[in-house]
């Protein structure tokens, strides 16, 4: 486990990015900081910060992403789990499993997955069933009937 200066520990308490990865870059590997990242190149590896995860509109991310609050403009392809927020906005791209605190995503933004929210230790377990509905015809109108 690597030792963290004083600067790095200051660095993490102002949530400023420890390391940006810029547009035209590419990163393989795993990437573990006490404080933030930013993405505006392309990362392929599992991210644990302390601080924040930004991901520009350029940036993705094929990997697990674990941070304090994660705000994507650009795509991550991988679960991410936030001890705070997700925000996502018109545009980014989210395919994984989330567990956040909270989480916001404008409309034009693309989520497919499982999503947590919540201080929740274990996953919800579904207990509704679903519900179809039949359409019947008959001479006079249309009825409808849940089956």
């Given at each position: 486990?690597a030792k963290?200066?004083?600067?790095?520990?200051?660095?993490?308490?102002?949530?400023?990015p420890?390391?940006?990865?810029?547009?035209?870059?590419?990163?393989?590997?795993?990437?573990?900081?006490?404080a933030?990242l930013?993405?505006?190149?392309s990362?392929?590896?599992k991210?644990?910060?302390?601080?924040?995860?930004?991901?520009?509109?350029?940036?993705s991310?094929?990997?697990?992403?674990?941070?304090?609050?994660?705000?994507?403009?650009?795509?991550?392809i991988?679960?991410?789990?936030?001890?705070?927020?997700?925000?996502?906005?018109?545009?980014?791209?989210?395919?994984g499993?989330?567990?956040?605190?909270?989480f916001?995503?404008?409309?034009?933004?693309?989520?497919?997955?499982?999503?947590?929210?919540g201080?929740?230790?274990?996953?919800?377990?579904?207990?509704?069933?679903?519900?179809?509905?039949?359409e019947?015809?008959?001479?006079?109108?249309?009825?409808?009937?849940?089956?």
């Open positions: 486990m963290f200066t004083d600067t790095q520990q200051q660095r993490a308490a102002k949530n400023l420890d390391a940006s990865i810029p547009p035209g870059t590419q990163f393989v590997g795993d990437i573990d900081t006490m933030g930013r993405v505006d190149g990362v392929k590896g991210i644990n910060a302390g601080g924040n995860v930004t991901v520009g509109a350029e940036g991310i094929e990997g697990t992403v674990s941070a304090k609050d994660v705000n994507i403009a650009g795509e991550i991988g679960n991410l789990k936030s001890n705070g927020t997700v925000q996502m906005i018109s545009g980014a791209k989210l395919v499993d989330l567990s956040a605190l909270s916001a995503i404008e409309q034009g933004a693309y989520f497919k997955g499982l999503c947590l929210i201080n929740a230790k274990e996953s919800p377990v579904l207990s509704a069933q679903p519900v179809f509905v039949k019947k015809k008959s001479e006079s109108k249309s009825e409808k009937e849940l089956i």
